[in-house]
């Protein structure tokens, strides 16, 4: 998971281990599906994950 403090966004990518230092953070998919971004943010899962059923979408209200 990395953040973009600039353009107020969250992106999901595949689990890298170990993570590169400072480039962001490594979620268990539990956690990474259940993540949910900042008010005003936008969430982008990039993660190649084929799942029997979708997370729910967040409203990505801004």
Do not use: I, K
């Not at 998971?1 to 490594?26: I, K």
């Not at 268990?28 to 969430?43: F, I, N, V, Y």
Request: proline share 8%; glycine share 8%; charged share 20%.
């Amino acid at each position: 998971m990395t953040f973009d403090y600039q353009e107020r966004s969250v992106a999901l990518f595949e689990l890298e281990l170990p993570p590169d230092r400072g480039a962001g953070y490594s979620l268990c998919t539990g956690h990474a599906d259940r993540m949910t971004p900042p008010l005003g943010w936008t969430l982008t899962d990039r993660r190649n994950v084929t799942r029997l059923f979708a997370p729910a979408a967040s409203s990505g209200v801004a």
